[in-house]
T-cell receptor, first 114, second 114 residues
Framework: GAGVSQSPRYKVAKRGQDVALRCDPISGHVSLFWYQQALGQGPEFLTYFQNEAQLDKSGLPSDRFFAERPEGSVSTLKIQRTQQEDSAVYLC????????????FGDGTRLSIL | DQQVKQNSPSLSVQEGRISILNCDYTNSMFDYFLWYKKYPAEGPTFLISISSIKDKNEDGRFTVFLNKSAKHLSLHIVPSQPGDSAVYFCAASADAGNNRKLIWGLGTSLAVNP
């Protein structure tokens, strides 16, 4: 497709369950970012991939959060033992690699933890 | 500590008039600034950007102005249209190799009244 695709659009899980969120970036985009957006807030950076290499995971809130991009295209954000404070919209963005490039976003996954 | 600040949570303008959205930042290392538009239940859509080597960038009805000494930027929309009604986010990044993670403001909700 032409844009960044994220699935599922909505996910409801019980506290303690594991969830996996998928991101399919724009073809040819080397850089991939994950952000978390709480209600009424701006997005906050979670992690950055350059191809398959995770170069920055400084924004991951705890070791329950794990992201991968094994073949340098599709990425998965996994949250283990979910907690209520994990409820948020998770946004994925991709961009070209070099220079000052805009990031292009998917529509996000709205995660609700009950 | 909010490094990117949008001090107006909301703005209302008449159709055909100018909309001016403001953004302030504190980190002098930021060298690339972007505006995104967001509709409910959708991801942010890139609108326009500006590099710190410029003080103005224009794209159709949208113009972004950057005042580095004041650490201030603004987005002008002329003329405003009802379809411009959305939340507008200001974002900034610093040069950290290819990891240009975005730091976001809280957004300004723009309502353009017919």
């Amino acid at each position: 497709g032409a844009g960044v695709s994220q699935s599922p659009r909505y996910k409801v899980a019980k506290r303690g369950q594991d969830v996996a969120l998928r991101c399919d970036p724009i073809s040819g985009h080397v850089s991939l970012f994950w952000y978390q957006q709480a209600l009424g807030q701006g997005p906050e950076f979670l992690t950055y991939f350059q191809n398959e290499a995770q170069l920055d995971k400084s924004g991951l809130p705890s070791d329950r959060f794990f992201a991968e991009r094994p073949e340098g295209s599709v990425s998965t954000l996994k949250i283990q033992r979910t907690q209520q404070e994990d409820s948020a919209v998770y946004l994925c963005a991709s961009s070209l690699l070099q220079g000052r490039q805009p990031q292009h976003f998917g529509d996000g996954t709205r995660l609700s933890i009950l | 500590d909010q490094q990117v600040k949008q001090n107006s949570p909301s703005l209302s303008v008449q159709e055909g008039r100018i909309s001016i959205l403001n953004c302030d930042y504190t980190n002098s290392m930021f060298d690339y600034f972007l505006w995104y538009k967001k509709y409910p239940a959708e991801g942010p859509t890139f609108l326009i950007s500006i590099s710190s080597i410029k003080d103005k960038n224009e794209d159709g009805r949208f113009t972004v102005f950057l005042n580095k000494s004041a650490k201030h930027l603004s987005l002008h929309i002329v003329p405003s249209q009802p379809g411009d009604s959305a939340v507008y986010f200001c974002a900034a990044s610093a040069d950290a190799g290819n990891n240009r993670k975005l730091i976001w403001g809280l957004g300004t909700s723009l309502a353009v009244n017919p």
